[in-house]
């Protein structure tokens, strides 16, 4: 049977076979119950924009499958990408229980299928059920400190070429890595690169240059593989 985009459909939460370790996915089954009768489905193509930096919030997203980038921008226009969220991430849900505008902007690097949360259902859910106000403050609490070491490492690092390892280092391997060689399993792009460490794309692809004439990394293909973790970690340092 086709489906949108190739994706494997889910039409409910309690039903889902491909639950992940993530704010909604981890409720009991009464509780994912009361979610699916206040979320709407939804799935969208590639680029496409669930919310933007500023906007007065309506809610929050519940990833299902696919990736979506969060970025914020500066008054002159450059973009810094701040994380590339996977399923099982809740997307706006800061912003949704404090009803402040939207700290960042939202979008789908791949086909995704997501949940969208009214504002007021989510509150109902946090007031109704305890379990989901518990996992709400924990997930908030791993974002402020991931968001804290972003900083650190953003600032901090001591050059563009420290930045990038930091980041490649970071970036999730793919189920073929071994001890000796981590095969990163969603390579970005040099631009996405360059917006996630505050560069520009020039800089990143003299960077990576160099990191594969040392020895460092290689190219499979599509795939960036981290021939030597050490010496990059000493790099990231």
Do not use: W
């Not at 309690?14 to 979320?39: H, I, W, Y």
């Not at 990143?204 to 594969?212: A, E, Q």
């Amino acid at each position: 049977m086709r489906t949108p985009y190739g994706l494997n459909i889910i039409d409910t939460c309690t039903e889902c076979a491909s639950r992940v370790a993530g704010f909604f996915c981890g409720l009991s089954p009464t509780v994912l119950k009361a979610f699916d009768q206040v979320s709407q489905h939804s799935i969208l193509p590639a680029r496409a924009i669930l919310f933007v930096e500023g906007q007065a919030s309506r809610g929050m997203f519940v990833l299902c499958s696919g990736r979506v980038k969060l970025s914020t921008t500066s008054r002159e226009g450059k973009v810094l990408i701040l994380k590339t969220c996977e399923a099982g991430d809740a997307l706006g849900m800061s912003a949704a229980i404090s009803g402040e505008s939207y700290e960042m902007t939202a979008e789908t690097a791949t086909p995704c299928q997501l949940n969208f949360v009214e504002r007021k259902n989510l509150l109902n859910l946090l007031s109704s059920h305890p379990t989901v106000g518990m996992q709400a403050a924990q997930c908030l609490s791993r974002e402020f400190q991931a968001a804290y070491r972003d900083i650190h490492d953003l600032v901090l690092s001591r050059s563009s070429a420290g930045k990038l390892a930091r980041l490649l280092l970071s970036s999730p391997p793919d189920r073929n890595s071994t001890q000796e060689e981590i095969r990163l399993r969603s390579a970005m792009t040099h631009e996405e690169m360059a917006q996630r460490i505050g560069s520009s794309r020039e800089t990143v692809t003299r960077l990576l240059s160099d990191l594969k004439k040392r020895q460092l990394i290689r190219l499979d293909g599509a795939t960036l593989v981290i021939r030597n973790r050490t010496a990059l970690e000493a790099l990231a340092v």
